[in-house]
């Protein structure tokens, strides 16, 4: 809660500031690296600097958090606090990072906004700084200690044991552990960072979804190769699909995130789009090896048939459920041959949902919207439908 002193200068600015608030982040980006290039070796992803996913990404938890203070000051922001401090967990972020961000995050606030940043806002908006980082440092705190590691114990190295080709472009990595300490089993749902050196020297961190439910052994997650090279977009991928081979070993975190599959007997819709199909996956997974009773409707929408990645995984698994069914919509449908598969993009619609369903969503974001809003326009609560998003989090659903 902001101090009496605070609050109605915050209201007061919050206009312009948000105005400007994607420009602040996009400087503040700047200034910080030029300032600690280290910070882009090992921590920060350049794939999402270059495309501006970051910047944006920041700007929009910003505005977010401290339009929350003005308008609902007795509530907090658990859905975006969370989702931030998965991510930070995963990639040992340690809380004497929170100030480095904020020296250069307060920098660029004044050089853009220039005079208007009085010393009575500059004060002002410090204070919804470290509102924003204490609730995020105690967050990742009991994230840390909940798993037994620190940020510089999160990694350990594991060996590929398995490539397998789901589809042309998609390929699943099985990996086996090097020692003998504990391994933390994963939630259903939860992804890993992997940690890799690219051909330039810089280690480029990526975080993807655990596709099988963990032995204690082992651990999946599949990889799409992401196109645009030359730009730093698609170089881990690249790396994985081209460079790294059974036997080769790689650097992952312990499992995190915030989306995970909550044990209830309600009925349970997943609608998935493209390589969102990866914690769909990695669900159903964990419901087979729990001997699950629920009704299980997978929905899943892809170019055609054959792009459909892990497809074999997830039909087998939801066969294995006491009621376990899947619809496909597919742009091109005839390559591939599947009579049973709707044409076009998803439509919710076309099917009839179970009552009382609890929903989980993954795919590009104007799937994600498209098919949250009729989810809504069909008179599904929005606290039944929750959301992954692979990178940074454009679009806070929750404060829509």
């Given at each position: ?67 929350m203070l003005v308008e609902k000051p007795d509530q907090v922001p658990d859905h975006l606090l969370s989702r ?209 009773p629920r009704s299980v409707m997978l929905l899943h929408a892809d170019d055609s048939p054959a792009s459909f ?26 390559e591939g041959r599947d009579e049973s598969a709707f044409s076009g993009f998803m439509d919710v619609s076309a ?50």
């Amino acid at each position: 809660m902001l101090s009496d002193t605070s609050f109605p200068i915050i209201k007061a600015t919050l206009p312009v500031v948000g105005e400007h608030v994607e420009e602040i982040a996009k400087r503040f980006y700047t200034h910080m690296f030029e300032a600690r290039p280290d910070l882009l070796d090992g921590l920060f992803n350049r794939g999402n600097q270059a495309d501006g996913r970051q910047q944006q990404a920041l700007a929009g938890s910003i505005a977010a958090f401290a339009s929350m203070l003005v308008e609902k000051p007795d509530q907090v922001p658990d859905h975006l606090l969370s989702r931030v401090a998965h991510k930070h967990v995963s990639l040992g972020l340690s809380p004497d990072q929170y100030q480095v961000v904020h020296d250069h995050l307060m920098w660029a606030i004044v050089d853009v906004l220039g005079d208007a940043v009085t010393p009575e806002v500059a004060a002002a908006w410090d204070e919804v700084y470290w509102l924003l980082a204490n609730l995020l440092m105690n967050k990742e705190r009991g994230l840390y200690n909940a798993v037994h590691l620190s940020p510089e114990t999160i990694w350990r190295t594991w060996r590929v044991t398995q490539r397998i080709q789901e589809t042309a472009d998609v390929v699943t990595f099985v990996v086996e552990r090097t020692d003998e300490r504990d391994v933390k089993p994963s939630l259903p749902g939860q992804y890993v960072t992997i940690k890799m050196t690219m051909p330039d020297g810089v280690q480029q961190p990526r975080q993807y979804s655990l596709t099988k439910a963990d032995d204690g052994q082992h651990r999946h997650f599949a990889v799409k190769r992401v196109q645009g090279l030359p730009t730093p977009d698609g170089e881990m991928s690249t790396l994985l699909h081209n460079d790294v081979q059974v036997g080769d070993e790689v650097v992952l975190s312990a499992p995190f995130g915030d989306v995970v599959l909550e044990y209830t007997d309600r009925p349970l819709v997943m609608a998935s789009a493209g390589i969102g199909i990866t914690p769909m996956a990695g669900m159903l997974s964990h419901l087979v090896k729990s001997g699950s009773p629920r009704s299980v409707m997978l929905l899943h929408a892809d170019d055609s048939p054959a792009s459909f990645p892990l497809r074999a995984q997830v039909s087998e698994d939801l066969t294995k459920l006491a009621d376990g069914t899947l619809h496909t919509w597919f742009l091109n449908p005839e390559e591939g041959r599947d009579e049973s598969a709707f044409s076009g993009f998803m439509d919710v619609s076309a099917v009839d949902l179970p009552e009382d369903a609890e929903y989980y969503l993954c795919g590009p974001l104007p799937f994600l919207k498209s098919v949250r809003s009729a989810l809504m326009a069909r008179g599904v609560s929005a606290r039944d439908i929750q959301y992954e998003v692979f990178g940074p989090d454009l679009w806070l659903a929750d404060f829509q």
